[in-house]
């Protein structure tokens, strides 16, 4: 099978990985919204997402090896894309029109940056100077993005889609660098590259759950645009990755760049969110604020200005 048709087919599996893992981590947050990474680690349906992120970023490993950064990474964004049905159905919900619009954007400029970013497999990978620099300016934006302030969820949201885009572009350099036979599987670089790439995963799940506290849409568009962003900065800049067609690739990527934000912005905005107080009945917490006059009886008190108010708890 062609190489990168293998990386989208794992890229895709992956995407729909990552969305169920968005949706268990944002119902985690709002029924926990104070809870600390300590309290967050006696929670099984915490370790149920970690368990969804850890299998989509084994696929996303070997998506790497078969596909560029600039081919693999676009096709995170549909991680969106299948999170929006996922989390209306969890919320007992129907997907609006709005949503519906922004898939249907987000695939078209998928598509059209596809086109363009469907070059062939990896063959570069960065050095150990390279990954430091990498980490380095990494970890001071995720610094600055994490600072206490106004809108914490979308800048979290941020520093994580950083964290995990930079994450797979040193992925890439972990796989490339292992699997090419040119020396010792696990060489320094091999070994100080892996950690890095520990680090940063742990870092972006970790942000991405304090950013879901504040609502799914938003924060995840956030990281779906940060993410496929600062690896495609790393892969043009120092892989030598590039864009097919010359100059009309170039703005067919852009065009559908435009087309995907789009319909990213019309996927973050919010929808009417219900809270279920029980996980197998979505509407509970809908049903239990309202008494049934039926069930009531003899109990039920009109309100005052409805008609045949009554004084006391008879009628």
């Known amino acids: 099978m062609n190489a990168v048709l293998v990386a989208v087919a794992l890229s895709l599996v992956s995407a729909v990985a990552y969305a169920a893992a968005a949706v268990a981590q944002e119902r985690l947050a709002a029924r926990s919204p104070g809870a600390g990474a300590l309290r967050l680690l006696a929670r099984g349906a915490w370790w149920w997402s970690v368990g969804l992120n850890a299998a989509a970023a084994l696929l996303h490993v070997v998506a790497l090896r078969y596909g560029p950064l600039t081919l693999v990474q676009p096709l995170g964004a549909l991680t969106l894309v299948a999170a929006v049905p996922l989390g209306a159905r969890m919320a007992g919900r129907r997907v609006t029109a709005v949503e519906w619009k922004g898939t249907g954007l987000t695939l078209l400029g998928l598509g059209a940056i596809l086109v363009t970013a469907s070059g062939p497999a990896p063959g570069d990978v960065l050095s150990v100077p390279e990954a430091l620099v990498v980490a380095g300016a990494t970890a001071a934006l995720i610094g600055v993005l994490s600072r206490p302030g106004t809108r914490p969820g979308l800048r979290h949201a941020t520093a994580s889609g950083v964290a995990s885009g930079v994450a797979s572009a040193l992925t890439q350099t972990v796989t490339v660098a292992a699997t090419d036979r040119s020396g010792p599987v696990l060489s320094l670089q091999v070994v100080g590259v892996a950690l890095l790439v520990a680090a940063f995963a742990a870092g972006g799940l970790l942000l991405s759950q304090t950013a879901y506290r504040g609502g799914l849409g938003g924060p995840l568009a956030m990281v779906t645009l940060a993410n496929p962003l600062a690896a495609a900065v ?31 912005v019309l996927l973050s905005r919010p929808a009417l969110r219900e809270e279920p107080a029980d996980d197998d009945h979505p509407v509970a917490a809908v049903l239990a604020l309202e008494p049934d006059p039926a069930a009531a009886g003899a109990a039920w008190v009109p309100r005052p200005h409805e008609p045949g108010h009554l004084s006391t708890a008879t009628r």
């Open 234 to 264: 790393i892969g043009l800049s120092l892989l030598g990755e590039r864009l097919q067609g010359g100059p009309a690739g170039v703005l067919l990527a852009l065009a559908g760049a435009g087309l995907a934000s789009w319909g990213v």
